[in-house]
């Protein structure tokens, strides 16, 4: 009897051990530690997502005679390609408004017109915006150093360039600033508007340069004109483009270097068909 009451106990005990846990346990009280952890998210469903376009960026496109950057940008990827300098003088308008221009672009993507792809050079002459002068370091004006078929080395002397002791270079596109844009104009600029100061007018040049030049009057209100001593320059950039390429090129004369909502529009209006 007592050899039967030992095996019943011990039957008990080990039926104890083997017991599953309380079912009815509240789960709330259990230890953290035992907590299943979370479950990470389903991997989201791989879609066929469009490879972004890259923000445009300011790009070095060759550098001045003392190795200052000259840079450009573009944007919208249109097949009507314009081009717009600013800084070919230092001393001007042209750089700080071709500036805005591209902050404004930046700003908002889609202010580039149907169609379009505009490409900005910031500054053609760095060392005469450092300097503040209108040549760039060695006193050439890169206005005057274009191979249009008037370029001469000694300027005419009713050419306020030639009065400032300017030349136009030892020979066509003699100069780095000069060539780093001649290269960049074989990318085939269906126009082209060079930002100077400051006559405050429009000056036009070549096939149908009149006309873009009358429609950017009536957004910004500069008349459209030309320098009066226009018949004394040599080798400009305004002669030489429609020369070469058969395009039109328009100079802004500046009266200041604000981007005001009439002179974006002008610009932009250069940028559409
Ligand atoms: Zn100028």
Not at 185 to 212: E, Y
Request: hydrophobic share 45%; with cysteine.
């Amino acid at each position: 009897m007592v050899i039967a009451a030992m095996a019943l106990l011990a039957l008990t005990a080990a039926a104890a051990a083997a017991a599953p846990p309380d079912a009815h346990a509240d789960p709330a009280a259990a230890p953290l530690a035992v907590m299943p952890p979370d479950l990470p998210d389903p991997a989201p469903t791989p879609t066929a997502t469009p490879t972004p376009t890259p923000a445009p960026a300011w790009k070095t496109i060759g550098h001045s005679v003392k190795g200052r950057p000259i840079k450009a940008i573009v944007f919208g990827d249109g097949a009507l390609k314009v081009l717009f300098i600013g800084g070919t003088h230092g001393n001007e308008y042209g750089a700080p408004l071709a500036k805005a221009f591209a902050r404004w672009l930046l700003a908002h993507p889609g202010g580039v017109p149907e169609g379009a792809q505009i490409h900005i050079i910031r500054c053609q002459n760095p060392d005469g915006l450092w300097a503040w002068t209108r040549a760039n370091a060695r006193g050439v004006d890169l206005n005057r150093n274009y191979p249009a078929r008037s370029w001469s080395s000694r300027l005419d002397p009713r050419d306020p360039s030639a009065m400032m002791g300017l030349t136009g270079g030892s020979r066509p596109g003699s100069e780095p600033e000069t060539r780093a844009v001649l290269r960049y104009l074989k990318k085939g600029f269906a126009r082209l508007v060079g930002l100077h100061s400051s006559a405050g007018l429009l000056d036009w040049n070549g096939p149908g340069a009149k006309r873009l030049a009358l429609r950017m009057s009536r957004l910004c209100g500069l008349p459209i004109g030309h320098l009066g001593y226009q018949p004394y320059i040599h080798g400009s950039l305004g002669q030489f483009f429609p020369e070469r390429y058969g395009k039109p090129a328009i100079t802004v004369e500046l009266l200041s270097a604000k981007l005001t909502r009439g002179l974006r529009l002008a610009l932009l209006a250069a940028a559409r068909r």
